[in-house]
């Protein structure tokens, strides 16, 4: 790891005298060396391949520069949740080493957002089993600039909770971090605020910086798989590896847990988690991540 250069950043001078701009260049300095020598591409920060050279933060990006400053950050949570939905609000404050409060950024998240009201229907049965007003067929484009639909059905906010109050926490916490180190002129906005052929494309760019290839263009979001495709290799490995990191190591539990998530009827367990469709084991991955999540 490279040694990182040492910069005098003064203590926050009495609020009647302005910072000096030797004091602003070095805070400044101090945050793009630490970007440079500690925070990682890809992990850190990312950047979107044809939308100039300003990277995106992540949260783990934000903790590193509260750790830098020597700031913690204290968030306090609006529960504005109703009877049709959940919604959180949360205000990050932020404070140094003395307790002093610096500032505070705001973050909010809502089961009404587009990638949290709808999820793909497992199958064509519980898409036609699902009432009128709780379905639809959502149009997408394909890469060659066709369109296909996708069938949705409602999700159930009570089960999204736990995953809005965490995401209305991280955004509050990258709001306040790029906030009082006023580290907004070198990040942009939150990597999760982004549509997703853009996080794909964030991620993808990182990854062919890391091998020394050229960053490709934006990619065109991808056709869905059918309801009735099989699970791909990717899906049965993080299948397995989330049931270990939650303790069911042994291969017929696997199953039975799957079989349970994917809404297998008791007593049946598949003999194979090749028997899941591709859009039932998508089904039990995200009910395995909010598992690990809670």
């Not at 004091?23 to 591409?41: F, S, T």
């Not at 996708?150 to 089960?159: G, L, N, S």
Request: glycine share 6%; with cysteine; net charge neutral.
């Amino acid at each position: 790891m490279e040694e990182i250069a040492t910069y005098s950043v003064p203590p926050q001078p009495p609020d009647a005298r302005p910072l000096t701009a030797a004091e602003i260049r070095a805070q400044v300095n101090l945050i793009q060396e630490v970007m440079k020598a500690v925070m990682k591409d890809g992990h850190h920060y990312g950047q979107i391949p044809g939308a100039g050279n300003k990277p995106v933060l992540f949260k783990a990006g934000a903790e590193k520069l509260l750790f830098t400053f020597r700031l913690s950050a204290d968030p306090e949570i609006e529960d504005l949740s109703t009877g049709d939905g959940i919604r959180y609000r949360v205000r990050c404050k932020v404070y140094d080493r003395t307790g002093a409060y610096l500032g505070a950024g705001v973050g909010e998240c809502s089961s009404d957002e587009e990638k949290y009201r709808w999820r793909a229907a497992v199958c064509k049965e519980e898409y036609d089993e699902t009432p009128e007003d709780r379905r639809r067929m959502k149009y997408a484009k394909r890469r060659d600039g066709g369109t296909y639909r996708i069938a949705q059905v409602r999700t159930t906010p009570a089960d999204l909770a736990n995953t809005i109050l965490k995401m209305a926490k991280k955004r509050a916490q990258i709001d306040a971090a790029l906030t009082v180190t006023a580290a907004s002129d070198i990040f942009a906005q939150d990597l999760e605020d982004l549509p997703e052929e853009l996080r794909e494309a964030v991620a993808e760019n990182a990854a062919n910086k890391e091998n020394g290839k050229a960053a490709p263009e934006p990619p065109k979001p991808k056709a869905a798989p059918a309801a009735g495709q099989p699970p791909s290799e990717n899906q049965l490995k993080a299948i397995f590896a989330m049931c270990r990191k939650l303790g069911v190591t042994d291969d017929f539990e696997v199953h039975r847990k799957a079989s349970r998530l994917a809404g297998v009827p008791e007593p049946e367990v598949l003999p194979s988690l090749k028997s899941l469709t591709y859009a039932q084991a998508s089904a039990v991955i995200k009910a395995l991540q909010e598992e690990l999540e809670g």
